[in-house]
């Protein structure tokens, strides 16, 4: 196991920060968890992917806030130029023709309710903390870490090619529309992820800065894994539900 909490010690060049990163990545991201080999395995039960699909939904929902609060805390018209485009992509034009709507849509194609997606009252505990965590990092910590957080896009293009053959292969009632949210993300985040990672190597020039870039990437790993973990232990074992949260039985 790498130890990351010392990586840039003695300084880096911006491509042996890269490196790091990518290390990072390959070491902690959430396509290593079990919840997620459950999946592309097909051993997901329908009632524990709307589970993963109802969770995400808070995550999805929160992402273009943050966004907006990156974007109203820098003072450089080309970090706002390029960061506008994440809040466009997950509100669409009016809201409700972007990426949140299509994650709403996979979910009730599951077979959840809009309404009750939407209100987020069957969210697990942890779900909640995680995603109060990532805003608050966005809105807490200096600009270049909020930036370095969203790093974890490097890799969605990895975690998105392993999930949506292996979920339209291994689960009949899943099908291409079902998984429409994913067609255009692979794109958008190698986008975004070019632009944070080149912010990223051009601002972190000392040590101090790098690690904190290192660490920041750390955090959002740290917290992508913890929303698995929940759901893993929520739904991966019986009698393990939190009160309030969704039950597979009960909502059909
Ligand atoms: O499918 C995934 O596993 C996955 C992961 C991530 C990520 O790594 O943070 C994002 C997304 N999807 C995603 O769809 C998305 O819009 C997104 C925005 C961000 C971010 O941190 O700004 N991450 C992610």
Redesign the pocket.
């Known amino acids: 196991m790498t130890e990351f909490s010392e990586a840039a010690k003695i300084g880096l060049s911006p491509s042996g920060l890269e490196v790091v990163l990518r290390q990072v990545g390959a070491e902690r ?3 290593r968890h079990p919840y ?1 080999q459950r999946m592309v395995n097909g051993d997901l039960t329908r009632g524990e992917l709307q589970a993963w699909a109802l969770n ?1 939904y808070c ?2 929902a929160m ?1 273009p806030r ?2 907006a609060i990156i974007l109203a805390r820098s003072e450089d018209p080309a970090l706002r130029a390029a960061w506008r485009l ?1 809040i466009e ?2 509100d669409g034009e009016d809201g409700w023709s972007g ?1 949140i709507a299509k ?1 709403l849509h996979l979910a009730t194609s599951l077979g959840l309710d809009a309404d009750a997606v939407k209100s987020e009252r069957w969210a697990l505990p942890a779900t909640r903390f995680a995603v109060g965590a ?1 805003y608050s990092f966005c809105a807490e910590r200096p600009l270049l870490q909020a930036v370095a ?8 293009p990895v ?2 090619s392993e ?1 949506v053959p292996a979920m339209l292969a291994r689960y009949p009632y899943i099908t291409e529309d079902t998984l429409a ?2 067609r255009k ?1 692979p794109e ?2 190698s986008r ?1 992820s070019d632009f944070a990672l080149a912010y990223a190597k051009k601002h972190a020039v000392t040590p101090e800065l790098q690690q904190s870039v290192i660490d920041a990437l750390v955090f ?2 740290d917290l ?1 894994w913890a929303m698995l973990d929940a759901l893993q232990h929520a739904y991966g074992e019986p009698g393990n539900v939190p009160p309030g949260a969704f039950c597979p039985e009960e909502a059909g």
């Open positions: 991201y959430h396509n997620h995400r995550y999805q992402i943050k966004d994440r992509d997950h990426g994650w990532y957080s969203s790093l974890t896009e490097l890799f969605s975690i998105i999930r949210y994913f993300r958008q985040a975004d959002k790993c992508l």
